[in-house]
């Protein structure tokens, strides 16, 4: 099974709230640092996204 690098960005976080969770897509993102594949946003501080870079 090959694996994809998916970059993760802002910008993809902001797109899939917009679509998947409207209501929390206006507020603010922060990115945190990127640990091997795996990325953290955090929304509030207590609301977090953890998403894996590998697809």
């Known amino acids: 099974m090959d694996s994809e ?9 902001a797109a899939l709230l917009r679509e998947q969770h409207p209501d ?3 507020l603010p993102l922060s990115l945190g640092a990127a640990l091997l594949a795996v990325v953290r946003a955090d ?5 977090a996204i953890s998403m894996n870079g590998i697809s």
């Open 5 to 13: 690098r998916v970059e993760i960005t802002a910008d993809l976080i």
């Open 24 to 26: 929390l897509a206006d």
């Open 43 to 47: 929304i509030r501080p207590e609301l």
